[in-house]
């Protein structure tokens, strides 16, 4: 038999521990008792429409859903180790949300969390915004439908990472990363893409000082570059590039097609550089 909740307000620790099988609305975790841990090891729960300013409420939670609710700064890492959860309509912005949980969809919310989505896998975000110093650090198994985000050390460490219709501003994107789709998206950083193994960029704009460098099986279909100098250095590349590069330098390997390019600087390598570099009417650089 399901629990219905409604219309109170909880400030003790652990208010609803292991709560089971419930629904909890209009609900407020506030107050002078300043208790952590609100809703901790609860199973198959829904929150609708509260309120928390509370500390770590839905850590070990399995098969949730958090909708319409708002966790201000003071909900510091609000959701952790959860399993099977929906975040629908939310405000979220308690910083290291989302760490070490695993298959999470986030939709329709507005997330400005530092640390976001921290080891997790098997993560969904559609149609959402998220403001996040490092977004997703060490995460695998992630599909990106519609986000604006901003941030600056994103998708670090990631593996099997989609993305697709998004508007990325961000800085030092994609390090270390293996194994990335981004298509149909803008993305703006500086050093994008350094030591990627499997990157793939499609129909994308590409703004940004010295992107793509270091990389490994480096692939950009009908892609924009706007303000790219010193670009895919040491990378081993296939780059169909409409439009124009400021500067491709020491390509290691690959083949990289432009309409204009400003200056191809083969000079200093520490390494053998052969990928060549040529216009789209065939004219080798």
């Not at 915004?129 to 600056?152: A, H, N, P, Q, T």
């Not at 789709?181 to 993305?187: A, F, H, K, L, M």
């Not at 490994?216 to 892609?223: P, T, Y």
């Amino acid at each position: 038999m399901k629990t219905y909740i409604q219309q109170k307000t909880f400030d003790e620790e652990r208010a609803l521990y292991h709560l089971e099988d419930a629904e909890v609305e209009h609900c407020t975790f506030a107050g002078p008792a300043d208790g952590e841990s609100a809703l901790k090891e609860s199973r198959r729960v829904t929150v609708r429409d509260c309120a928390f300013s509370l500390r770590y409420p839905l850590w070990h939670v399995r098969d949730f859903e958090l909708v319409r609710s708002t966790l201000d700064a003071g909900v510091r890492a609000p959701i952790w180790y959860a399993v099977d959860g929906k975040i629908a309509g939310c405000t979220i912005e308690g910083v290291k949300c989302l760490r070490e949980c695993e298959n999470i969809r986030v939709e329709d919310s507005t997330v400005l969390s530092p640390e976001f989505g921290w080891k997790c896998r098997g993560v969904e975000i559609a149609r959402s915004r998220i403001e996040s110093e490092y977004l997703l650090f060490d995460s695998s198994g992630v599909e990106i439908d519609r986000l604006e985000m901003k941030g600056k050390y994103s998708f670090q460490y990631m593996k099997d990472l989609y993305i697709r219709d998004s508007n990325l501003d961000t800085k030092d994107a994609f390090w270390h990363s293996r194994n990335v789709t981004v298509e149909n998206s803008v993305v703006k950083g500086e050093y994008l893409g350094w030591f990627s193994d499997g990157l793939t960029l499609i129909h994308c704009k590409i703004t940004g000082t010295q992107p793509l460098c270091y990389c490994k099986n480096l692939k950009l279909i009908d892609c924009t570059m706007e303000g790219a100098d010193l670009a895919f250095e040491y990378s081993d590349v296939e780059a169909d590039i409409q439009g124009h590069i400021d500067s491709v330098k020491n390509p290691r390997s690959g083949r990289i097609t432009a309409d204009s390019i400003g200056e191809v600087i083969r000079e200093d390598a520490v390494m053998d550089c052969i990928g060549q570099v040529l216009l789209r009417d065939g004219k080798i650089l």
